[in-house]
């Protein structure tokens, strides 16, 4: 299998932007984090947003807030942040006029793009630059001077310098101080809904209520249980964040080592890997996404209900009193 090529700093250059405005419409976790990033690099960027508790924070963060038509109208750039099923309802009544010849539209995930809840008209160039991270850790790792790791896509070159662009806008937000890999649009919009679902939400999520729900049901305290089956797990998951999961076993002890060995493909069996499968052809076909944007448009009573549901879950209520000890008072 040929190795993707690491893009960094060197390879990008700030100049494609020179004089150009970007609109970040929208002012959540990652267009609060981008936005910092890329005026701390000197980039000329304005907040398009509705009127609310997130205007409000950019103001305070000191950016210029438009309306999300006012935004789309005077930028070069519009870089679209909002959650994935508002796309395409925001694009279709506030940005698709201004989307004009010579100007660019930006995202960092390929979701409204792949499944057709935006179509961008010719003469735009259509970009993404995804940091592989939270927002708050990619600011974390920018302010530290560094960076988190990142895709950039090309999904239309009507300039000639799409690419360009997206350099310019991952190197702005520190994502080539780490690296960034070239992909297209449907490789990050089907893999990142996959990792999502299969392993790290979906996957982890059930595997460590699952646990913990076992031990209770057998008479173990639900704080030992919390502490052994969800708590652990982010000291776990740091040891291959740092070295790897050989790098994991060289820190645990031997016994957990022969455990991992012995146990585990029998608990994750190859009968999880056919349906995993199965998963991953619902995301290519675009089954997921329509269900998740008919669920979205009819005011998700599903997804409410399933957060609702959790909350009062034994592993959140002893995790809640658990957290509370460490605390500093």
């Known amino acids: 299998m040929k190795e993707m090529e690491i893009l960094h700093d060197s390879d ?20 609060r984090a981008q936005s910092l990033c890329m005026r701390d690099s000197g980039l000329n960027v304005v907040i398009g947003i509705r009127p609310g508790k997130s205007q409000a924070a950019a103001e305070q963060d000191g950016f210029q807030t438009l309306s999300v038509s006012e935004a789309a109208k005077s930028a070069d750039v519009i870089h679209i942040l909002l959650p994935d099923e508002m796309h395409g309802p925001v694009y279709r009544s506030e940005i698709e ?27 735009v160039d259509v970009i993404m630059i995804a940091p592989k991270s939270p927002g708050t850790e990619e600011r974390k790792r920018f302010v530290e001077g560094f960076g988190v790791p990142g895709l950039v896509a090309v999904k239309q070159d009507a300039s000639g310098k799409a690419m360009q662009t997206a350099l310019a806008i991952a190197k702005a937000e520190g994502l080539t101080r780490a690296g960034v890999l070239k992909c297209t649009f449907e490789q990050e919009t089907f893999e990142d809904l996959f990792g999502e679902q299969n392993v790290l939400c979906g996957g982890i999520v059930d595997l460590m209520k699952y646990g913990f729900e076992t031990l209770t049901e057998a008479g173990y305290p639900p704080e030992m249980a919390y502490f052994e089956c969800i708590h652990e797990a ?24 022969w455990g991992e060995y012995e146990n585990g493909p029998w608990i994750i069996d190859p009968a999880v890997k056919d349906r995993m499968k199965e998963s991953l052809r619902r995301i290519e076909s675009g089954e997921f996404a329509k269900k998740w944007i008919a669920e979205a448009r009819n005011g998700a009573p599903v997804l409410k209900a399933k957060r609702e549901d959790l909350g009062k879950h034994l592993a959140e209520i002893t995790g809640a009193r658990i957290r509370s000890l460490f605390q500093k008072k």
């Open 12 to 31: 990008a250059d700030f100049g494609v932007l020179s004089g150009k405005k970007i609109a970040v419409i929208g002012y959540g976790a990652q267009g």
């Open 97 to 123: 006029q201004y989307a004009t010849p010579g100007k660019t539209l930006s995202f960092s995930h390929g979701f409204s793009i792949v499944f057709g809840e935006i179509k961008p008209p010719k003469g």
């Open 234 to 257: 982010k000291l776990i998951v740091d040891l291959i964040y740092e070295g790897g999961i050989q790098k994991m076993n060289a820190v645990i002890s031997n016994t957990a080592e």
